[in-house]
């Protein structure tokens, strides 16, 4: 099944992108083909892929996994920290208590090609201003209105849902930059009444904007103001749209990113075949005793019982039509080649997904020289480190975004605020065997030993001579004399 026609067949789920362009009096900046190549991202994500329920597949839940490694890799030695001043100790606070589940933000990111972040205040218990939350909104809640000449997104849509009771509630957030300024706009509406659900037990609304409500009409939504607001002296927007820096050969001219799989569509689908043929060739040559009718009990109607408990191991057949009265039913199974064969199409899933070998394949089947998997792992650390430069520009514009706010709610002084962003590269490191290499070098005399733990302890010089004893005994690292 080519992607084209994949994408054809599959149409977007949400909210009809004409009836927010009807309500908002906006012109949405994006495709049809991108809203459908993401409502099918989407949809493999969770396993529910064009192909679910075909004869012969068995849905692997590959895409999510994909997502999933990715994620892990990107954030593995992840630190985010800001630091200078009260007001960088502040947001660095919030940063601690809002990314507490990035790994799940980061993996939705990978399987749907981007992900918002967009910071706002929230009111305490005193009814004052005092910290700064963030919605992070995915690919398929997200609709953009304009972007420049770089490809960023300056304005957009945002969609919020509530089901409360027999009804969806639905939180439109405009936000328009333009000039030095931006205007944001809140409006909430109210569906027609529930009355059917699908396969999935999911509501089916026809008319989800069937009344505009005051947003008040839902709590959380009650602090937002109904009419429009407009903030000044600003030179991008107070939100972050950070995409996936895989080339987006589904619509080039669009501006949103693509899923970290979405090369690999096709080859997902025939994995997901391939399975299924290995499960039906285990199902098909499973052991079982051929037993004549003669030998059998039968019921009322005259059909043949067999042993209780044991019905998968017997089979009846009718004697007339052959002379054996028992047969054992035991065929070899092709076992070997077949899985050979996925495991080649999961290398090739690995190779357009920016993977090394062994990543989602079996890694004991990998024969390759020693530089060839240095190259791999350079394939896969190449992928990795470019998604996470994405992310480090896009956590600088989110604290720039939050410096703003408190700006102007005067939660705390103002201030210097540096972003500290590590990543490590243990994509391509081997910890254990540079361990060793580096243990070595100082065995050897080569590196001083506060080096060395400064680099296993993720800390500075100083802090590692913390760490050495006070009185080291005479050549106690193993040095020559």
């Keep these: 099944m080519r992607i084209v026609n994949i994408l054809r067949k599959w149409v ?27 409502q099918l991202w989407k949809d493999m994500y969770e396993n529910h892929p064009p192909w679910e329920g075909k004869e012969g597949i068995l ?26 001043s009260q007001l960088a100790d502040f947001i660095n606070d919030q940063l601690e208590r809002e990314l507490v589940d990035l790994d799940i933000q980061v ?21 004052t201003p005092d910290k700064i939350e963030i919605d992070f909104v995915e690919a398929d809640h997200f609709y953009p209105t304009a972007y420049n000449s770089k490809g960023e997104i300056m304005s957009a849509v945002f969609l919020q849902h509530k089901r409360m009771g027999d009804f969806l509630y639905t939180r439109l957030e405009y936000h328009e930059f333009s000039g030095n300024s931006i205007t944001i706009v809140n409006k909430a509406y109210r569906s027609e009444k529930i009355s059917s659900y699908n396969d999935g037990e999911e509501p089916i609304i026809n008319q989800p ?11 959380e939504w009650a602090g937002l103001s109904e009419t429009p607001v407009t903030i000044g002296n600003v030179d991008k927007p107070l939100f972050v749209y950070i995409k996936t ?10 501006p949103l990113g693509v899923s970290v799989y979405s090369k690999a569509v096709e080859l997902i689908h025939e994995a997901d075949r391939m399975l299924g043929q290995i499960v039906w060739e285990y199902d098909a040559k499973e052991a079982a005793v051929h037993v004549s009718e003669e030998f059998l009990k039968t019921d009322k109607k005259g059909r043949p019982i067999l042993p209780e408990g044991h019905e998968r191991l017997y089979r009846s057949f009718d004697e007339a039509n052959n002379k054996t009265l028992f047969d054992i039913y035991n065929p070899d199974i092709r076992d070997d080649p077949m899985f050979n064969g996925l495991n080649k199409f999961l290398k090739r899933i690995e190779w357009n997904v920016g993977f090394a070998y062994g990543t989602i394949s079996d890694p004991n089947e990998l024969e390759k020289t020693a530089e060839e998997i240095k190259t791999s792992k350079q394939r896969s650390y190449r992928t990795v480190n470019r998604l996470q430069k994405a992310w ?30 590590a990543w490590g590269d243990s994509v391509l490191e081997d910890t254990d065997k540079e361990y060793q ?41 193993g040095t020559e004399e």
């Design 437 to 477: 290499r580096r243990w070595a070098m100082v065995l050897a005399g080569k590196l001083k030993p506060e080096k060395f733990i400064s680099w296993y302890f993720g800390c500075n010089e100083e802090e590692a001579a913390e760490y050495m004893p006070d009185a080291q005994p005479d050549n106690m690292f």
């Design 209 to 219: 904007f069937d009344e505009e409500v005051p947003l008040s009409e839902v709590d």
């Design 245 to 254: 820096t895989k080339s987006n050969n589904i619509d080039n001219s669009s």
């Design 12 to 38: 977007r789920k949400l909210l009809p992108r004409n009836s927010i362009e009807k309500e908002l009096k906006v012109q949405i900046a994006v495709s049809g083909v991108m809203d459908n190549a993401i």
């Design 392 to 421: 480090e520009k896009g956590f600088q514009h989110l604290v720039d975004s939050m410096v703003v706010l408190n700006s102007l709610y005067k939660m705390v002084p103002s201030g210097e605020v540096e972003v500290n962003c």
């Design 59 to 84: 849905c692997t839940n590959l895409p999510a996994t994909i997502a999933e490694e990715m994620a892990r890799l990107v954030l593995t030695e992840f630190e985010l920290s800001t630091t200078g």
């Design 107 to 127: 993996e939705r990111y990978c399987a749907k090609g981007g992900i918002v972040l967009k910071p706002y205040v929230s009111v305490g218990p005193t009814g």
